[in-house]
């Protein structure tokens, strides 16, 4: 069965500090991959997706994420964290599985950040 | 450019009553997906419309039920209310149903069942 996993509740780090939030996925075909972020009162709003080509893909707001099939992971990165990154962050699979089509979700990962 | 609208935002019913959700999806899209998403978790799929029909279902039962309208606009309904179903509802539209499409998300219907 699909499933995504992002293995970190909760991560707390420094403001200029570097970032990486780990998401691991359970998909038998060519994943679409996406992360997105919830702010306090706001909605979901994507940062970035995979399909295919270039493993590495840039976002918005200065975040990365690298598709690694070996290691079924699609980890998200950032160089140097503001303020204004605190929020939750979700992984997601899109799936195509007949006309079951729909978004698999991680638990999610809350970012703290220090100043 | 309108951005997707959820109506109310906030709701709150008692165990057994029936609740309508309301979403206006973002103007050119035709898909609309709903999420169940319960305080500390990850969104879970209830359902998707696609050009007024259903486009696919999560494991809800029965009781949760959608319309997709020709403006494409869409409702969800819940009938038999319980307490677990005390979650934030989101809504999501997108260009088209295929799981490549990015999903415009509204705000969110934070429904609190008592």
């Known amino acids: 069965a699909q499933s995504v996993t992002q293995p970190d509740i909760h991560i707390t780090v420094s403001e200029g500090a570097s970032l990486e939030l780990r998401c691991n996925y359970s998909y038998g075909a060519t994943p679409y991959l996406f992360w997105y972020v919830q702010s306090p009162g706001q909605g979901l709003q994507l940062l970035l997706k995979?399909?295919?080509?270039d493993t590495l893909v840039q976002g918005i707001k200065g975040f990365e994420a690298e598709f690694k099939r070996s290691q079924s992971s699609f980890n998200l990165r950032k160089p140097s964290v503001h303020w204004s990154d605190a929020a939750e962050y979700f992984c997601?699979?899109?799936?195509?599985?007949?006309?079951?089509?729909?978004?698999?979700w991680g638990l999610g990962t809350s970012l703290g950040v220090n100043p | 450019e309108t951005g997707v609208t959820q109506s109310p935002t906030h709701l709150i019913k008692t165990r057994g009553q029936q609740v309508t959700l309301r979403c206006s999806s973002q103007?050119?899209?035709?898909?609309v997906s709903w999420y169940q998403q319960a305080l500390g978790q990850g969104p879970q799929f209830i359902f998707q419309y696609y050009r007024e029909e259903e486009n696919g279902r999560g494991n809800f039962p029965p009781r949760f039920s959608g319309l997709q309208f020709p403006n494409y606009s869409s409702e969800l309904n819940v009938n038999a209310l319980e307490l677990d179903d005390s979650a934030l509802y989101l809504c999501a539209s997108s260009l088209d149903s295929g799981p490549y499409n990015e999903q415009f998300f509204g705000p969110g219907t934070r429904l609190t069942v008592l």
């Open positions: 103007s050119g899209h035709n898909t």
């Open positions: 995979y399909f295919s080509g």
């Open positions: 997601a699979v899109g799936t195509n599985a007949g006309n079951n089509r729909k978004l698999i």
